[in-house]
């Protein structure tokens, strides 16, 4: 077998490797838009698919990450493409996590349905959030697939916007339930449904940083937001 031949076929497990990991993450979008969707309509029936479809998405994780040891054993890679590697085997996991976050938000949504308990609580800021984390997670991946590091940078800076919204929303919750004490355990799934869309946005964040960490060689997780967009942009 001619090394140009090696080379193409290893090529060719690289390049399917990323379509994995961008099939699982169309699996988990559809995930959380089908929760947000369950939640806006109160619709116990769109709860119990996204429950149900959990499995699927801890399922395809597996299969990813064994695809990806065993990448590792066969062709031994090294910089960039050992890079790409790891960096797939972990936004796997942050795609699996951001699915129990959909999973927890389809349950507690479920709950809240079946205690049938009225509630005069103003859940906007959840209906964004939703919307802002499956806009960050579409355009995280779509980052990875392009390997375009500037857009993975605005995918960081857009995720404290869906923070705040969060910060704001558990305050007007605490005010909601120091009024009328009869909306403290609706306003605590409330609060849990609030905190799995953040975590999604911090798994579409982690995704981003991938990118970076990918196409440049250096682990940005830890550092100012103003260093990694200037690392982003490093030609």
Known sequence: MTEKHLSSQFDADLNSLSSRLLEMGGLVESQISTAMRAFTQMDIDTCNVVIDNEKAVNDLEIQIDLACTELIARRQPTA???????????????????????????????????????????????????????????????????????????????DRQIDEEFRGFVRKLISYMMEDPHTITTGLDMLTIAKAIERIGDHAKNIAEFVIYVAKGSDVRHIPHEDLVREANKP
């Not at 590697?85 to 795609?95: E, F, G, H, P, R």
């Not at 349905?113 to 964004?128: Q, T, Y």
């Open 80 to 158: 960039r493409d050992l890079r790409l590697v790891m960096a797939v085997s972990k936004a796997i996991t942050n795609l699996e996590r951001a699915g129990d976050e959909a999973e927890r938000v389809a349950k507690r949504t479920k709950r809240l349905i079946e205690a049938g308990a009225p509630h005069n609580i103003n859940v906007a800021e959840i209906r964004l959030s939703g919307q802002m984390a499956i806009s960050l997670l579409r355009r995280s991946l779509d980052a990875f697939a392009r390997l375009d590091t500037i857009a993975a940078a605005e995918v960081v800076e857009e």
